[in-house]
């Protein structure tokens, strides 16, 4: 099985949620590791994550422990970096064994093609503001301004503020479904899926779990950790499907 997750937002909350919420996560990956070839984390693994030369964010041992230890058990542990860690050097990958991606992908999995991305920088077309903060953290020149002018004390007050505000502003958490919320992911699939063969489509980002399908389409949204868990499991046989935990 190939399992997809993304969105737990580690750190998150009052110090009883952040630990709570660490602790399903791990709770998940021993449920999940006698079976697993492959987990895919698509982005918001961390409430945030900046990390300098030789400083990482303090917390998350346990799931930073799992996932080298699943790492270290054969099973591969792929990270698509999400708004909120896109900011990850070699640490994830030397000391955990995690395969960094920064980018949207399309990936085969058990003879499916499948589009990966958190989603965050997508159909932003029109939404200034999005686009002018896309432009301004992922700006290699102004990240390496920030680690060496800022203290890490420093950025990481500043980034668990913004990262608080940021996930509030996403937090769906009890509402009605409104098709506004997953209609831009779901139309940039259908337009890439008319220029490009893709079996399966998973985003994260938008807190909101939905598993659509039309004709020739199949998008899957992973959700958010802080509510109702969700994620998705790939069989063998190419069977794509969104599950609760």
Not at 24 to 31: I, K, Y
Not at 155 to 165: E, I, Q, T
Not at 229 to 241: F, N, V
Request: glycine letters at 8%; aromatic letters at 16%; proline letters at 2%.
């Amino acid at each position: 099985m190939y399992y997809f997750a993304s969105d737990i937002h580690l750190g998150a909350g009052d110090e009883a949620l952040a630990r709570q919420t660490e602790r399903n996560f791990v709770r998940w990956l021993d449920t999940i590791a006698h079976d697993a070839k492959a987990v895919y984390l698509l982005g918001d693994v961390f409430d945030f994550w900046f990390e300098y030369n030789h400083v990482v964010p303090k917390g998350f041992v346990r799931a930073l422990g799992k996932l080298a230890e699943l790492s270290d058990r054969g099973i591969k542990v792929v990270f698509f970096t999400g708004n909120h860690d896109m900011w990850v050097k070699d640490y994830l990958s030397k000391e955990c064994g995690m395969e960094i991606h920064t980018s949207p992908e399309v990936v085969e999995i058990a003879r499916q093609r499948i589009f990966l991305a958190h989603g965050d920088n997508m159909q932003i077309q029109g939404h200034y503001v999005l686009q002018f903060m896309n432009t301004v953290f992922r700006s290699k020149t102004l990240r390496w301004l920030f680690s060496w002018l800022v203290h890490p004390d420093w950025a990481m007050a500043f980034g668990r503020w913004w990262s608080g505000s940021s996930r509030k502003s996403h937090n769906r958490e009890g509402l009605v479904y409104d098709e506004r919320i997953t209609r831009p992911l779901i139309e940039y699939a259908r337009n890439y899926a008319r220029k490009e063969q893709v079996d399966h489509f998973v985003f994260g980002h938008l807190h909101y779990p939905l598993d659509y399908r039309e004709e020739g389409l199949h998008v899957v949204h992973l959700g958010c950790w802080h509510g109702q868990i969700t994620y998705a499991a790939l069989s063998e046989d190419g069977d794509l499907r969104l599950k609760k935990f």
